[in-house]
């Protein structure tokens, strides 16, 4: 069986067919989860508690790394993760999604405890005007941590913009 060296990890190479991790001679574990139903998450433990997805490694090593221009990651194309042969991993390019302000406040203050408004009233009261946060915790009846969480997400949500 033919073995080639990762190009990232000293010592680190990887079989051919994809299904035996070699560090410094000696075979590596590969645990098997299934964080969803019917989707096993194969990773190799190489160094300390340090978990690497076994996919990603064998295509890393057999079909070289991901461009650099933008985020990729491995897919499949039978669609079985246990299967990774190198010919069965490409390189898919991560999709990102743009958030609208109002899907921000639908998915990120579900458990706030300021609406929209007032934690834009604090943003704009702290940042500008510089009240202290446990002024404002005060006024709203919530705590201080409470307001800085607020006007974080305030400020995520302009910088997204």
Known sequence: MKYKYHP?????KISEDG????????ECSIRVSYPKP?????????????????????NETWNGLPPKD?????????????????NNLIWVRVLTRRITPIDFY????????????????CYNAHKVHGVKLLALAVEFNVSDMA???????VERLRNSE
């Open 106 to 121: 639908k998915t990120h203050t579900k458990q706030s405890k300021l609406t929209e408004e007032q934690s834009i009233y």
């Open 147 to 153: 307001i800085h969480r607020a006007i974080k997400r």
């Open 8 to 12: 990232k990890y000293k010592n680190v």
């Open 19 to 26: 299904k035996t991790v070699l560090k410094n001679g000696v």
């Open 38 to 58: 019917n989707n096993p998450l194969m990773t190799v433990r190489l160094y300390g508690s340090t978990y690497l997805s076994l996919p990603k490694l064998v």
């Open 70 to 86: 933008k985020r990729y990651c491995t897919e499949c194309l039978d669609g079985n993760f246990e299967n990774t042969h190198p």
